[in-house]
Nanobody
Framework: QVHLVESGGGLVQAGDSLRLSCAAS????????MGWFRQASGKEREFVAA????????DYADSVKGRFTIWRDNAKNTVYLQMNSLKPEDTADYYC?????????????????WGQGTQVTVSS
């Protein structure tokens, strides 16, 4: 059974940094793209970042470009999201997901498995 566990969320102040981790188990995800998404209260889930299976290609939402960095360690079956210069508008539940293909995409429908999420709250 596929299992994704996100960690690293918390309450921080604007301008602070957080590093999210997503550990996958149940099968190897070395041949799958991985993505991070977020969902703020009362809003739809939205794309944040994606990374290809080898980590050679990344994509970011415009709202986080230059502040967030995604990378992966296939040996550990883990994907990370470094979040710098956090803003109150980054407040949301953050989810990692496993893509159906090797290349990342912004579309939620292109991801098969999802974690339970980790909460990030940024105070002003």
């Amino acid at each position: 059974q596929v299992h994704l566990v996100e960690s690293g969320g918390g309450l921080v102040q604007a301008g602070d940094s957080l590093r999210l981790s997503c550990a996958a188990s149940g099968r190897t995800f070395s041949f799958s793209a991985m993505g991070w998404f977020r969902q703020a209260s009362g809003k739809e889930r939205e794309f944040v970042a994606a990374i290809s299976w080898l980590g050679t290609s990344t994509d970011y939402a415009d709202s986080v470009k230059g502040r967030f960095t995604i990378w992966r360690d296939n040996a550990k079956n883990t994907v990370y999201l470094q979040m710098n210069s956090l803003k109150p508008e980054d407040t949301a539940d953050y989810y990692c997901a496993v893509g159906r293909t090797r290349w990342g995409t912004t579309s939620l429908s292109a991801y098969d498995f999802w974690g339970q999420g980790t909460q990030v709250t940024v105070s002003s």
